[in-house]
Each structure stands twice: as structure tokens, then as C-alpha cells.
């Protein structure tokens, strides 16, 4: 599998070569970002949906509250916390162990840091899709990144993790430039909420 993964990226490279440029637009845009909301939809493995509101302050902060539910993630700028109020339960993990960290960062590259890996990049279905492994482990999951040209915007990402499940957020009426009010990105324990720290 680990080979198999390997000459995948080894065959794409010569065509990634020449997307530089859709790289570093991809790249350039989401620098650009310091503050943005957008409602979204969220499709598991299994096809079922949720849909809530995205909240981003780069660098390190983020969160996410679903309309269906009480459950919500925050990234407060050191940890990621995830709350499922149906068993009411919080668990937390470090931003860096955690994808979030891919957009979370000061500065957001798709090849510069070394840790990630460009395998595909293409126009379909409307979009230009960018497709990223982690270069140490090529087998651990792939991340996809789906942009808008015209106007060129980040609409929705693609997670497919090591034993193939696949997550999709699609984004939609996306604002940049939002003025939250304080306490937007700190985690506060829901009552009754029991807590499960990250163990790496």
C-alpha cells in the first residue's frame, strides 16, 4: 500500500510541475484570509448530513456549531476541542496533531513546509481541486481542497482518512473579514461535560 501510494505521487509529479501557479494562487488566497464565517454542510462516510456555521481567525482559531445538535469544535490557537453532546463528552488534542493545523497555521503552504505533499491537482466538476498527502506517512489519509475561479475561493474540503472513510464540508455565503465578539474561539464546558485529554 505504502509503494502503491508512492508511485502515485511519483507519476503526478512531472504534471505538477506545471501547476505551480494554481498552486500558489490556492496558497495566496487563503494568506489572505485573517478573519471569515460561512454556513456549511457536512457528508460522512455514510452520507449523512449536517449543517451548521464556520467560524476562522487565522492563525490558530477556529470553530464549528451544528444546527442539529449541541456538538461544536473549537480551536482556541493551542488545542482543538470536540464536545458530542449526546454522550456529553469533551476531548481536546493539540492543533499540530490534528488537521486543523493545516489551515490554522501563520502561514498556509501546500509545498514549501516539506510536511505536505501535492499528489493531484484538477479541474472538475466546476472547481480546482488540489489533493495533499503527509509526506512522512503517504498512507495516513489525503486532505482535497475544492476552489471556486470565478470568483477564486476556497468551497469545500475532502477528508479521507487511513482506513478509506471519506468527510466532506461544503461552504456556502462565505464572509471574510468578520468582527467576532470575544469568546468566540475559547472553549467553555457545556454543564455536566466530561473531559478526555488528548494521549499522544
Known sequence: MRLLALLLVLVA???????????AKAEA????????RA????????????TGTFSLSRPGRMRFEYDQSDDFIVADGVLVYFYDSVVGQQSN?????????????????????????????????GYLQISVVQA??????SLALAFTEEPFALA????VDAQGAVTEVELFHLER????????????????????????
Not at 454556513?39 to 449536517?50: E, I, K, L, S
Not at 488537521?99 to 491537482?121: E, N, P, Q, W
Not at 512522512?136 to 489519509?141: N, Q, V, Y
Not at 469545500?156 to 477528508?159: F, I
Request: hydrophobic residues 40%.
Open 39 to 50: 454556513r456549511f454542510t457536512q457528508t460522512d462516510n455514510a452520507g449523512n448530513q449536517a
Open 13 to 23: 509529479a512531472p504534471a505538477l510541475a506545471d501547476r505551480a501557479g494554481d498552486i
Open 93 to 125: 488534542a493539540p492543533i499540530g496533531a490534528t488537521l486543523a493545523d493545516f489551515l490554522l497555521r501563520k502561514r498556509f503552504s501546500l509545498t514549501g513546509d516539506g510536511d505536505l505533499r501535492v499528489t493531484d491537482i484538477r479541474r472538475a466538476g
Open 156 to 159: 469545500k474540503w475532502r477528508v
Open 136 to 141: 512522512e506517512d503517504l498512507t495516513a489519509g
Open 177 to 200: 473579514g468578520v468582527d467576532f465578539p470575544g469568546g468566540t474561539f475559547a472553549y467553555r464546558d457545556p454543564p455536566g461535560a466530561t473531559r478526555y485529554e488528548y494521549n499522544e
Open 29 to 36: 488566497w487563503v494568506n489572505a484570509i485573517t478573519t471569515a
